[in-house]
């Protein structure tokens, strides 16, 4: 089973920029849907960006679209979140996580494998 593992998070300045890296571990992401996903304190998780390792199809939130791009680096076997024009709401605990799959999951309790998280903060 794969272990993702997460890198890249830090404190900015609203309109900054941030690119989040996830490495697989223990597997590699060749048959996965890997995700990234945040939870900011008091809120629910919310599958922000998804990408299907198989055909690249992506799923974007609304709430990052044209803002957040996921792509993949094969055969690095990464996943990165290049994060522009961050505002201070996209602040939270950012987590990358993958499950077997063929088709974009937006539900944060459909992926089965998690990182440790890392956070991202954006003042104003």
């Known amino acids: 089973q794969v272990q993702p593992i997460e890198s890249g998070g830090g404190s900015v300045q609203a309109g900054d920029s941030l690119r989040l890296s996830c490495i697989a571990s223990?597997?590699?992401?060749?048959?996965?849907?890997v995700a990234w996903i945040r939870q900011a304190p008091g809120k629910e998780r919310e599958v922000v960006a998804a990408v299907v390792w198989g055909d690249d199809t992506t799923y974007y939130s609304d709430s990052v679209k044209g803002r957040f791009t996921i792509d993949r680096n094969n055969p690095v076997n990464t996943v990165h979140l290049q994060m522009n024009s961050l505002k201070p709401e996209d602040t939270a605990l950012y987590y990358c996580a993958a499950v077997h799959g063929h088709r974009v999951l937006r539900e944060a309790s459909e992926y089965e494998y998690w990182g440790q998280g890392t956070q991202v903060t954006v003042s104003s």
């Open positions: 223990g597997d590699i992401f060749m048959t996965y849907v």
